[in-house]
């Protein structure tokens, strides 16, 4: 009897070019995208600038954000009673961070006072608990007084600045223009989008 024996088909030829082709895909994959990868965005800040995004804690970021929000409050009160709202006022509106409450103590207890110094206009609070959170400033659009105009040359974008002392350590904040508030200490906050995020830079 004649036996004659049959080897299985081996599969090593095909899966060596099946990973030489995986290889090649991953390299040519590689390339692409390190070509078509942006150089990261310039996130440089001025001396008397911090980024809103990494440089607040999370109360100072709430503080911030409520800051910006009460400023379009603020704009429109200004609109229809052509004067600056006092503090009082916007407690009684609850506007946040103004409103008195049980979470403002948490927040560090600022103490707010509306400055009006010629065309520049606005709302210092001073921080009771500085290690909870820093004094905030916001400084409102200025308009010279030929027109609506912003005289601070910032697009005529609200502005948020932050003061890390104690509120015995400084005084209210006065001139409000940028060398003076800077001379005392405050620090503008700007947020800042990098390449990470996707998105333009923005500064408020």
């Not at 390190?34 to 911090?50: C, K, V, Y």
């Not at 800051?67 to 603020?74: G, Y």
């Not at 659009?141 to 974008?157: F, Q, R, T, V, Y």
């Amino acid at each position: 009897m004649n036996v004659q024996v049959v080897k299985p088909a081996g599969a090593g030829h095909e899966t060596l070019w099946v990973l030489l082709a995986a290889a090649c895909t991953v390299l040519v994959a590689a390339i692409l995208i390190g070509a078509r990868a942006q150089p990261a965005a310039d996130a440089s800040l001025a001396a008397n600038q911090i980024d809103a995004r990494t440089q607040l804690n999370a109360v100072e970021q709430g503080v911030h954000a409520d800051l910006l929000v009460a400023a379009e409050e603020i704009a429109a009160l200004m609109e229809g009673e052509q004067a600056l709202p006092r503090i009082e006022q916007l407690r009684e509106m609850e506007l946040p961070p103004f409103a008195v409450g049980a979470g403002a103590g948490t927040r560090g207890g600022h103490e707010w006072r509306a400055i009006a110094q010629g065309q520049n206009r606005a709302y210092a609070g001073r921080s009771a608990a500085p290690d909870v959170a820093a004094s905030m400033l916001l400084r409102l659009p200025a308009a010279d007084p030929e027109g609506a105009h912003d005289a601070h040359g910032h697009g005529g974008e609200p502005q948020v600045w932050v003061q890390r002392q104690g509120q015995d350590a400084h005084p209210w904040p006065e001139p409000l223009d940028d060398a003076a508030l800077t001379r005392q200490g405050w620090r503008q906050v700007v947020v800042r989008y990098d390449a990470g995020v996707t998105r333009k830079d923005v500064a408020h």
